[in-house]
């Protein structure tokens, strides 16, 4: 069970005036099947007797949000999710598509709620908002709430995890039924609700125990649960873990390492997360691989110059080891018991298995947690496919830039895409995706479902992929992300992305081409927001000498931001790039470097 967390103000350490969150956490507390069965019931006879019969939304990762969804499914009605992170647009977009019967949410997420709720229609009408939580964690948010004008006959209630279940009455659910409508974060424009069926869930974690079960038996296993159960890959995990017996522990992803955890009454450093829990199996997004990459090298830059070369060296010692005998060995365990032991402790050194999803990990990333954390698995999934499209697995090797074969609930297929050498014939084509896991469409959004669904069933997913000749399925660019250049040569924005994100001085980063001219430039955030713009440049180039691309392909130009978080304002959930609204941000600039 998730530990509750407490708010601590801190000074920052270098005397600037800014202040710090710093969160206390309780011990883990766990709770057995029966138990969580009894939690279930109870949040289901709460939710019944205050007139759950349709529509709900949960906006955050908690055992309450597991339980209560599964309360729905109970109940018969259909759960429709929100992240935590979106605005209050896209929440009241959602309610209004919806048109909900109740929603749930925590007390922190109440400003955001009352937000949305002023921007909906006098038509729409939500009969009762459950909340979870406690006043102190946000103390005018639940007066706020309460006060707001489109709520005035609505019911507000808090979550009765205790509630008596004297006429509770369940429904049996069917293949065909609809269980969720899963709004993807949305990479630019409105979220997409897409429609999942209680089949589409079955046939997708059926698929996934199947690849897994082998490799999970022999061994206690605990997972982490960080990850918004929004995202419909930390749903699908969750649920697949518990029907395979393995226990589920939460945490945040300001919580996972120590740096923002203090120990008690805010003194002190306390565990993150991962030590505390000390998970063996964890998935999360590129970024979250990349940040905690960033904080190893981060704390390594501190050491001397001698540790620092013999690090790295070891990395490329055991990276060289593992590509060579395919698998771990006795010297590569030999160098993560000495070596690489500081690093593993800070994840609670039980680490075994890590899984990157939601978007392409970079080359330098995979290879470094690989080599000094734990076996990364690289996945490929949708909403739209449930969240299994096909997954490398240990049996195949430390292998890299890859997704593996299809799973066993999905039929792939290669189709060309016009105007370019993307060919089916020679293993190139956008991926199209088919199955019993693959959705029925967009909720309310017919349009949209002709246009991503064909009458057979194949989902287009947009993306290109290359099947290689040992079989393995490799996610080369986007569709819809390839631009032609003034001379004819095209562009692949995303392979680009991927390759530029190796550089050492880049936090992230966003290539800009334009058809009417010769070469490429770039939007990116630096590690160090004033590091010198002819640096950074050359920095970039010698990355794309490396990677061996082209004169087109290599970047001419940058625009730096200032005082910008990108994962708040220009990358989704999962990490990936709001294209649109970053190019609109920095229009101005982009046409002035073009214009140099």
């Keep these: 069970m998730p530990s509750q967390i407490h708010t601590r103000e801190k000074e920052d350490e270098s005397g600037r005036l800014k202040t710090w969150k710093m969160y206390e956490l309780e011990e883990y507390r766990w709770i057995n099947y029966s138990e969580a069965k009894e939690l279930g019931d109870n949040i289901a006879a709460c939710l019944q007797q205050n007139g759950l019969k349709a529509v709900k939304a949960s906006l955050l990762n908690t055992v309450r949000h597991l339980t209560s969804s599964i309360a729905c499914f109970m109940l018969g009605a259909v759960v429709t999710t929100a992240y935590d992170s979106m605005p209050p647009d896209a929440v009241a977009h959602i309610i209004k598509e919806t048109n909900p019967k109740a929603v749930l949410t925590e007390v922190t997420l109440m400003s955001t709620l009352s937000e949305a709720f002023n921007l909906l229609p006098e038509s729409c009408k939500v009969h009762t908002v459950f909340y979870t939580g406690e006043r102190f964690e946000a103390p005018d948010a639940l007066d706020k709430l309460q006060n707001n004008r489109k709520l005035q006959d609505a019911t507000i209630v808090r979550l009765d995890t205790a509630h008596e279940q004297s006429g509770l009455a369940k429904m049996r659910q ?30 997708s974690m059926g698929a996934a125990e199947h690849l897994v079960s082998e490799l999970l038996s022999g061994a206690d296993h605990t997972y982490i649960g960080f990850l918004p159960l929004a995202h419909v890959l930390e749903f699908l995990l969750e649920f697949i873990f518990i029907t395979m017996g393995i226990p589920v522990g939460y945490g945040t992803v300001r919580t996972l390492m120590p740096d923002s955890v203090s120990g008690p009454g805010g003194q002190g450093k306390g565990k993150g997360d991962l030590e505390a829990l000390q998970p063996t199996i964890m998935a999360g997004v590129p970024s979250v691989w990349e940040r905690i990459r960033n904080g190893i090298t981060g704390q390594l830059e501190k050491k001397p110059w001698v540790i620092r070369k013999m690090f790295y060296a070891t ?39 890590g899984l990157a999803g939601g978007a392409p990990i970079s080359f330098d990333t995979h290879k470094f947690i690989f080599s000094t954390v734990c076996f ?100 080369i660019d986007r569709a819809k992300n390839l631009v032609k250049l003034s001379h004819g040569e095209y562009i692949a924005l995303e392979a680009l992305e991927s390759i530029y994100r190796n550089s050492k001085d880049i936090q992230n980063i966003c290539v800009v081409a334009n058809s009417n001219m010769s070469h490429i430039v770039a939007v990116v955030e630096a590690v160090d927001q004033h590091a010198d713009k002819a640096s950074l440049i050359q920095e970039l180039q010698n990355t794309a000498k490396k990677a061996n691309c082209s004169r087109a392909e290599t970047v001419k130009d940058i625009v730096i931001t200032q005082d910008v978080d990108w994962s708040e304002k220009f990358l989704t959930t999962s990490g990936k790039l709001k294209r649109k609204e970053l190019y609109k941000a920095y229009e101005n600039d982009i046409k002035q470097i073009y214009s140099q």
Aim: aromatic share 8%; glycine share 12%; with cysteine.
């Design 174 to 203: 069917t293949p065909d039924n609809l269980a969720l409508i899963m709004y993807t974060s949305g990479t630019s424009g409105t979220p997409k609700g897409v429609e999942l069926t209680h089949g589409n869930i079955i046939a």
């Design 315 to 353: 990395v490329e010692l055991k990276w060289l080891l593992l590509q060579l005998f395919g698998r771990e060995n006795v010297i590569t365990r030999i160098i993560d018991k000495t070596v690489f032991y500081p690093i593993r402790s800070k994840t609670g050194g039980h680490l075994m298995y």
């Design 376 to 475: 990364l698995l690289q996945g490929y999934g949708l909403t739209e496919c449930c969240g299994l499209g096909a997954v490398t697995l240990p049996m195949f090797g430390p292998l890299t830039g890859v997704i593996g074969p299809p799973s066993p609930s999905i039929e792939f297929r290669l189709v060309d895409v016009p105007e370019t050498d993307y060919v089916a014939e020679q293993d190139k084509g956008e991926l199209w995706l088919r199955g019993p896991s693959v959705m029925r469409g967009y909720y309310a959004q017919p349009e949209l479902t002709k246009e991503a669904l064909t009458e057979d069933g194949w989902f287009r997913t947009g993306d290109v992929a290359h099947v290689r000749k040992d079989g393995m399925i490799a996610i």
